[in-house]
């Protein structure tokens, strides 16, 4: 099952890699990570999107609790939330498939932020599922580079994750 | 109060209480090594290898239960460490260990003497610190000292780049009282009721056991413990970690469980229909194949940390918190409830635990004219029952953990979850600094103890008159076991042709040494050897080399599936 975990926690230098070493160390699986600092300077929040059955998800959050410092983590995966990633695309767009690739960004509701004579680069965001899509809808071999920024979430509703 | 950084390190550790500091100088500590010249108050112990200290850190906090302190330079000074820290880590023993870096404006350029301190130990240590401020470095220490010994105890690293440590700049020094991290709370009470639903199972127990581990001893829960099973009158048997928590020479203890655990402990955890899991982890050399373990037991866990619940094997009441608070929450609510669990269920159990007790696992032939290695741990025993021992890792740990009945916690000190062969004999000088007046003994093999013999000279320079109990089998034993039982005994390098003469090097380092060859000598040797109170004895032991350690659970197999010593018969019916 895919989870997705947010936390925060402090931001000191080497929080990061003691999150990131606890999932090698483990052999824990990290799909994704996200981190960047919130409306309090000293708080990181970071989102892991990892996989595992329910014994492995409960000892990834009772490791992640015990590092001296992750402050708070949810399980957002658990209810009901929103998802959302950000990816860039450099496509080679040229001939029919100019016009075929502008159509797939409408309807993606995705923007094209630059424009030359033979490219342009997307930006989509939605989440990962529809990225995918994306990707899967689009012929593979005029795909320039793409960078996907790894899906941030949090829960719909009164509760939050805050300290 | 104004200090440099140097002074802060050592003012600290004096307002912390600290009586010892194990370390060895280098570039990076100077400033502080000279903040220490004079002083009484925190005694250094000169260790001759930086692993050595925090070896002896380790023995000392884990006989006194207060944290152990190691002081290292940078570079390599620190990566002597990491093997003493993971050991630390591994059995959960509070140390806090001061390193000296680089100095800051040049950490990261490949300095001298540098390395990734924090990132080598981050894996082996509960946290560590890179020190970047003066003015933050008494607090990172008292936080330090408070996460280490606090919750689930471990080692805590604290790293200091040695502009931090500058005679030259004085900043205000202040050491907190108490320290609070808005990321780190640790649970002391449990759930009282989750410790009512434990009451009420237990309550309905017909074949009870009660399995206990280092948590115990680390939690001070001994008393706890031996009130709760003597009031319930149930069976016990503890962990590697855990012996001493309960008496080992009561009648309800049924010894040592796991791979080399005796027959009647594990066949109880095999049939038991409730186990009480007190302060242990259910490691893999307790369980043997998981999806066999305790097959028809409800399972009540209690430990500090909440990362160890389920980990391996699930459990059906967890209890989160201190084992010391939760035990007597627990004894509470069971006399308050006024019921017993049933007498003739409890009775019929005891019968059927008497009679694996009857096997004798532990018995082992008495007129080999070689020593046989368990004599030895018997008649030690016989000597110095109240005695401090150490071990390193190895055969010879398991007849100690067999063959002396350790009653008190704190008394056993030996590396069980990492394993580290070299522990024992640093360990027993970091007890013997603690306990001068008491005997302490490290049993080691001759394997081990090479690993660390370097400290021979700390233990004269620091009059630690340790005694050690060489079992000397001319193997690495536990390897060469292995080898017999799974390698139709290609014995791969499990020995070494050029041994060291033990008395010699003993001698050569300033203490006594005996060679005892005989049976019918080990005792008078041992007699002789704790007469001399203020004298290092290195008795060498040269035992039986084909002896093995039984009853034994194979690697993979179910905790049930014992192999029996050969002497008893070998056929015999395991259920």
Same mark, same amino acid.
């Given at each position: ?47 892991? /999107? #990892? ?8 000892? *990834?959050?009772?490791?992640? +609790?015990? @590092? %001296? ?54 930006? /989509? #965001? ?8 994306? *990707?899967?809808?689009?012929? +593979?071999? @005029? %795909? ?20 | ?575």
């Amino acid at each position: 099952m895919r989870h997705i975990i947010s936390l925060l926690l402090e931001n000191e230098a080497g929080a990061l890699s003691r999150v990131s070493g606890l999932f090698s160390a483990r052999g824990y699986n990290i799909e994704a990570l996200t981190v960047a600092p919130t409306e309090d300077p000293t708080l990181s929040r970071m989102t892991i /999107v #990892t996989r595992g059955d329910d014994r492995i998800i409960e000892q *990834i959050t009772k490791q992640l +609790n015990k @590092l %001296i410092d992750v402050v708070k983590l949810i399980d957002i995966s658990e209810a009901n939330h929103i998802e959302r990633e950000l990816m860039l695309l450099k496509v080679r767009a040229k001939g029919p498939a100019r016009e075929e690739i502008k159509r797939l960004a409408d309807i993606f509701r995705g923007r094209i932020l630059d424009v030359t004579g033979s490219t342009y680069v997307i930006e /989509v #965001t939605g989440n990962s599922a529809k990225l995918d899509a994306f *990707i899967d809808n689009l012929d +593979n071999s @005029l %795909i320039l580079e793409l960078a996907r920024s790894g899906p941030t979430g949090m829960l719909r509703g009164e509760k939050s994750l805050h300290l | 109060m104004e200090l440099s950084g140097a002074e802060i390190v050592v003012q600290c550790l004096k307002d912390e209480g600290v009586e010892f500091i194990f370390g060895y100088p280098g570039g990076a500590v100077l400033h502080i090594y000279d903040a220490l010249f004079g002083q009484e108050d925190v005694k250094h112990v000169l260790v001759r290898h930086e692993q050595g200290a925090t070896h002896m850190a380790d023995g000392y906090a884990r006989a006194t239960g207060r944290p152990g302190v190691v002081l290292a330079t940078s570079g390599p000074g620190a990566t002597n460490l990491v093997t003493g820290i993971a050991t630390a880590y591994m059995d959960s023993i509070p140390l806090v260990v001061l390193t000296g870096q680089v100095p800051s404006p040049v950490i990261g350029s490949d300095a001298f003497q540098e390395c990734d301190t924090v990132g080598i130990t981050r894996p082996c240590v509960k946290h560590n610190f890179l020190v970047k401020d003066r003015r933050k470095l008494a607090e990172t220490i008292k936080k330090a000292f408070y996460i280490a010994t606090t919750g689930r105890p471990g080692p805590v690293l604290v790293d200091i780049p040695k502009d931090i440590t500058d005679p030259a700049i004085k900043v205000p020094y202040h050491y907190p009282d108490k320290v609070s991290l808005r990321s780190y709370k640790p649970k002391i009470e449990g759930n009282h009721r989750q410790i009512k639903k434990a009451a009420d199972l237990i309550l309905e127990a017909k074949r009870p056991m009660i399995y206990s581990g280092g948590g115990v001893v680390l939690g001070e829960a001994a008393t706890e413990l031996t009130e709760l099973t003597r009031y319930l009158g149930f069976p016990i048997t503890n962990t590697l970690m855990g012996l001493g928590a309960y008496p080992g020479t009561d009648r309800q203890f049924l010894g040592m469980l796991g791979m080399h655990g005796t027959y009647e402990a594990n066949m109880a955890m095999h049939e038991c229909d409730v186990l009480i899991a007190i302060g242990a982890r259910f490691d893999d050399r307790v369980t043997g194949k998981l999806s066999e373990f305790c097959p028809y037991a409800k399972i009540i866990h209690i430990d500090v940390d909440p990362a160890s619940i389920a980990k391996t094997v699930p459990v059906d009441i967890p209890i989160v918190g201190q084992v010391k608070p939760v035990l007597a929450d627990l004894i509470t609510i069971l006399k308050a409830s006024g019921k017993q669990p049933d007498p003739d269920a409890l009775a019929s159990w005891w019968r059927k635990i008497e009679s694996w007790r009857a096997l004798g696992c532990l018995k082992y032939p008495q007129d080999s004219p070689l020593i046989k290695p368990q004599y030895v741990i018997e008649q030690l025993w016989q000597q110095v029952p109240d005695a401090y021992v150490t071990s390193d890792v190895g055969q010879h740990q398991m007849w100690v953990a067999q063959y002396f009945k350790f009653d008190q916690p704190r008394h056993w000190i030996n590396s069980g979850g990492l394993g580290t062969m070299g522990f024992g004999m640093p360990a027993a000088i970091g007890v013997k600094l603690a306990f001068p007046d008491q005997p302490v003994v490290c049993v080691t093999g001759e394997a081990s103890i090479q690993m660390c013999i370097q400290e021979l000279s700390t233990a004269l320079q620091y009059k630690a008159p340790i005694k050690i109990v060489n079992l000397n089998n001319r193997y690495m034993g536990m390897v060469r076991q292995w080898q017999e039982f799974t390698y139709e005994s290609r014995y791969s390098h499990s020995y070494m042709d050029t041994l060291p003469d033990f008395v010699k090097l003993a001698e050569a380092y300033g203490h006594v040494g005996m060679r005892i060859e005989k049976p019918e000598d080990v005792k008078p040797a041992l007699e002789e050897a704790f007469k001399l109170k203020d004298r290092l004895v290195f008795m060498d032991f040269i035992t039986d080399r084909t002896e093995n350690v039984y009853p034994m659970v194979e690697a993979g197999k179910a905790q049930h599936e014992m192999r029996l010593p050969p002497w008893l018969s070998s056929d015999r019916e395991l259920a």
